[in-house]
């Protein structure tokens, strides 16, 4: 995917698709809730810590649909861009030339959900 992705809109077809895999398999999906929960769970590291290495390891793992989830969630948590960029220059440094275009992806897509804190545009 290119950086004119809408990450909003990606993530809407998603939890579209995904509603129908609640239903028919149901099992599947609550074991899948069960497990994110878990994981985000208050503990020794915050929230916003845990998604911020979600979103790293989503770069490196190539998932536009995790790109997507992850910056709405650290959007909601207040993360900012200078937190997201380091998070992402690990999954570079981590996944290589691929994590880098990934990692561009990811750039649109927190400013997508947190216009607030993205630069101005330069002429």
Same mark, same amino acid.
């Given at each position: 995917?290119?950086?004119?992705?809408?990450?909003?809109?990606?993530?809407?077809?998603?939890?579209?698709?995904?509603?129908?895999?609640?239903?028919?398999?149901?099992?599947?999906?609550?074991?899948?809730?069960?497990?994110?929960?878990?994981?985000? *769970?208050?503990?020794?590291?915050?929230?916003?810590?845990?998604?911020?290495?979600?979103?790293?390891?989503?770069?490196?793992?190539?998932?536009?649909?995790?790109?997507?989830?992850?910056?709405?969630?650290?959007?909601?948590?207040?993360?900012?861009?200078?937190?997201?960029?380091?998070?992402?220059?690990?999954?570079?440094?981590?996944?290589?030339?691929?994590?880098?275009?990934?990692?561009?992806? *990811?750039?649109?897509?927190?400013?997508?959900?947190?216009?607030?804190?993205?630069? *101005?545009?330069?002429?």
């Amino acid at each position: 995917m290119t950086s004119s992705t809408d990450y909003k809109a990606l993530t809407r077809e998603i939890s579209s698709n995904v509603s129908e895999l609640r239903n028919s398999v149901p099992q599947v999906m609550q074991g899948f809730n069960a497990l994110g929960k878990a994981a985000l *769970a208050g503990g020794a590291i915050d929230a916003k810590t845990k998604e911020l290495i979600a979103l790293g390891i989503g770069v490196a793992a190539r998932c536009d649909g995790c790109i997507g989830f992850h910056t709405q969630a650290l959007a909601r948590l207040g993360a900012t861009r200078a937190e997201v960029h380091e998070v992402l220059g690990i999954a570079v440094y981590m996944g290589g030339g691929p994590a880098l275009m990934y990692a561009a992806n *990811a750039v649109a897509a927190f400013d997508e959900c947190a216009p607030t804190q993205a630069p *101005a545009a330069t002429a």
